[in-house]
């Protein structure tokens, strides 16, 4: 056993130590290296968790926007390895830019990513037809595999005789079962992980892949239906209530009713549900304001940390539990197996207007954030359909929107009921989200039509998983991700913005004997004064064109801005809350123009820097931006102007 | 099954489908034509043209690689509310959804349930 780590002496290593026992003696390098490879729905990503559980880091590609997800885990042997979560992909051949790095990671090709040791290919044990031909081709790679049935548990349930040894022999691959969401049920996996992929180090086989002809594809099709007909029975209790649920959901007429339906609840529930929390978060704020204005002596410091951070930073975390209501649902759609049936339902409804089919899960993620939904994206292959999904995807209502929304609503729309139970509140709510719906639909119509001039939509293929019941855990993990990004952007960001609106509205201080509020003779008057004649035929004030500025940061920002601008010109009025301010300044004409301009207005620097990365292309960027910009001035021009017709002024 | 005798025509209709062994019962049809409820064998999948801006042989790979090959069993479980598509397909074990564009592309003999 001579190999560099034996032999290179290690003063810490006990000399007669057993070897077995002397981890220096390990010829193995300290760290194995897995990769996760799979079909979509394979439960692939469950089974990451499940191994490698809060020991996870989530990043990008060097140089492309693909998700890196990397995480640590223990074999029972001691060993640490890391695993990686690949994209999932039906085969090597690498459509997409998910795709391309699946392939590139899996042949060793990406100079940033060590070669994975082990591929573990990971197939749903009650459907494993397409994953059986994955690993046929996975096998021509010459990497070391090994085949992982996950829902194995499902198998038996529905009475899917799986031979696993013979499954092993006539594929060539060793194969073991797994539960990803049951406790224990990688135990077996992680108990052979030492085993098997001990004697598979440095005996990488030759790599005869290649991208598969049509032909070669129906051949390993073919011979992964032969090991299937020899090696697994058919169910004896198929899954009858898949077929039963889809009856319901994807019928023509009650599909579309039920999918407008769950959108109705969505947004009812993150506007009525969050209330409590919202109100305690809001509360807490509060009383930590009084408590710095107490505690400090009064001056500049007292007005930055009670004014400039805590009211800044507090008025964008009240909005956390909005956040997280918004993704619950969405993550649990996602879990359940219902994103793919929407996609299936809208694909003609979307097709009209000139979007894919697959644009669908891209522009509901963007519902929570325009950044995660236009990195999703990344599954439309035709450039042209995945820009026009970019370039409207910061059209549908992010969750930065709705702290601007709710402030503005909960002033000016009374929160009484109509037609008996809907909340009006709610109900305008609605409209916004709609409003940006159709003018998405709008958008991408014009472009299909007018710039692409293009009448062929790409093919629309996708894989309608079995349901199944969302897991407590993954679902936690998710929303627990998604907090601490809204957490840290609320820390970073939008804290520096807050104090850059601090200092604008506190500097320069008001001459001595000064009448007006300090803020008319700050920078952000300034700047504000300066805006005004562009924006006033909007119906905006200066301080709304000054809470604009730190708006571009983040959206949500406007709302801390204009607390802020309002907080320190009003003196007594900083313990009020914002909402009242706006009620008391506001005509109910220019709270609606400010609604209508946060529907289309491109006021999110971070989105427009992804566009930049996702298009590679600074022109891109300056398109969202210009249209976006020339909407939001349109629309809140119509409103403010129909809206003082009415008598609203 | 050489091309000769082959008993889908390339017409794209249940009218002309299934000429050939019409005395057997077997109908032969492309998916895209077929009615919701549908059962068949996959016979051929022969991509004709571009579609989408895909040259045919992207499209017959994707459909191989979603399982539609030579001998699969196929069903249409169901179809979209604006013309009837896309469509939902049972294939083997798996449902795929797809347009009737691409699923023109798939000859299919009808099998009794």
């Given amino acids: 056993m001579s190999t560099a780590a034996a032999t290179a002496p290690d003063p810490t290593a006990v000399p007669s130590a057993d070897p077995s026992a002397d981890p220096s003696a390990d010829p193995r390098p300290d760290h194995w290296h897995f990769a996760l490879v799979g079909t979509p729905n394979s439960g692939k990503t469950a089974l990451f968790n ?434 601490m990004m809204f957490l840290k952007r609320a820390g970073t960001t939008i804290f520096s913005m807050m104090v850059v609106i601090w200092f604008l509205a506190s500097f320069p201080r008001p001459p001595a004997g000064a009448t007006d509020p300090a803020i008319n003779y700050s920078l952000a008057a300034i700047i504000g004064h300066w805006l005004a004649p562009v924006l006033a035929p909007v119906g905006f004030n200066w301080q709304i064109d000054v809470a604009l500025i730190p708006g571009m940061a983040a959206r949500e920002v406007a709302v801390a801005a204009l607390g802020t601008v309002y907080a320190i010109e009003g003196g007594k009025e900083a313990a009020e809350q914002i909402g009242q301010a706006l009620a008391n300044k506001w005509s109910l004409a220019t709270a609606l123009a400010v609604l209508a301009w946060y529907i289309f207005a491109p006021q999110c620097a971070s989105t427009l820097a992804v566009i930049r990365r996702e298009t590679g292309s600074w022109k891109w960027m300056g398109v969202t931006f210009a249209y976006m910009l020339t909407l939001a001035y349109i629309a809140s021009f119509i409103v403010y102007h129909v809206a003082v017709a009415l008598g609203w002024g | 099954m050489s091309e000769s005798d082959r008993p889908h025509n390339g017409h794209a209709g249940l009218e002309h489908a299934g000429l050939g062994h019409a005395g057997l019962g077997h109908v032969s049809l492309p998916l895209g034509v077929a009615p919701c409820g549908f059962r068949g064998r996959v016979d051929a999948i022969e991509v004709r043209g571009h579609s989408g801006g895909l040259p045919p042989a992207e499209i017959e790979n994707r459909l191989l690689e979603l399982g539609f090959v030579e001998g699969a069993i196929v069903e249409i479980l169901h179809e979209g509310a604006i013309a009837r598509d896309p469509i939902a397909v049972r294939v083997n074990n798996a449902t795929i959804a797809l347009r009737r564009r691409e699923a023109m592309a798939i000859i299919a003999v009808a099998e009794p349930a």
């Fill in chain 1, 50 to 483: 499940a191994l490698t559980g809060s020991r996870q880091k989530v990043a990008n590609y060097p140089g492309v926007t693909v998700e890196r997800k990397v995480g640590l885990l223990l074999t029972p042997a001691g060993r640490s390895v890391n695993v990686i979560d690949l994209p999932g992909t039906y085969s090597l051949r690498g459509r997409s830019p998910d795709e391309e790095i699946t392939r590139d990671v899996v042949l060793g090709r990406l100079s940033s990513e060590s070669v994975p040791d082990l591929l573990l290919c990971v197939a749903d044990a009650t459907n494993l037809r397409l994953a059986l031909r994955l690993v046929i081709e996975l096998k021509r790679t010459g990497r070391p595999l090994l085949l992982v049935l996950n829902m194995f548990d499902l198998a038996q349930r529905r009475g899917i005789k799986i031979d696993v040894a013979r499954l092993s022999a006539e594929l060539g691959v060793p194969v073991v079962t797994a539960v990803a969401v049951k406790r224990d049920g990688t135990t077996q996996l992680l108990a052979r992980m030492d085993e098997i992929a001990e004697p598979h180090f440095g005996t990488a086989g030759e790599n005869t892949w290649h991208p598969p002809s049509a032909s070669e594809l129906r051949t390993a099709q073919r011979e992964a239906d032969r090991v299937i007909a020899t090696a697994v029975g058919a169910p004896e209790r198929p899954d009858t209530l898949t077929a039963r649920i889809d009856k319901v959901v994807l019928h023509p007429a009650a599909g579309l009713i039920i999918l407008l339906a769950l959108l109705f609840i969505m947004f009812q529930a993150v506007f009525s549900w969050a209330k409590p929390l919202m109100d305690l978060i809001q509360s807490g704020f509060d009383t930590l304001g009084d408590l710095s204005h107490s505690a400090l002596p009064g001056g500049l410091l007292q007005s930055f940390i009670q004014n400039g951070v805590i009211s800044g930073v507090g008025s964008v975390i009240v909005f956390l539990p909005q956040i997280l209501i918004l993704f619950l649902f969405i993550l649990l759609l996602e879990d359940f197996g219902y994103m793919a049936r929407a996609a299936f339902l809208m694909d003609r409804i979307m097709g009209s207007a000139g979007l894919h089919g697959r644009a669908f899960i891209p522009l509901l993620s963007s519902f929570a954030c325009a950044i995660p939904g236009i990195m999703a994206t990344r599954v439309i292959d035709n450039r042209r359909d995945r820009l026009t999904t970019i370039l409207v995807a910061p059209l549908m209502t992010c969750s930065a929107r709705i702290p601007v929304y709710t402030l503005i609503i909960s002033a000016f729309i009374p929160a009484r009921h109509v037609w008996g139970f809907v909340n009006l509140q709610g109900l305008v709510m609605f409209g916004l989200y709609a409003a940006g719906i159709a003018s998405a639909l709008g958008v991408s119509f014009v472009a299909k039509h007018f710039v692409w001039q293009e009448h062929e939509t790409p093919p629309f293929m996708l894989e309608l998983p079995d349901y199944k019941l969302p897991r407590v855990r993954s679902v936690a993990l998710g929303l627990y991700q998604r907090a």
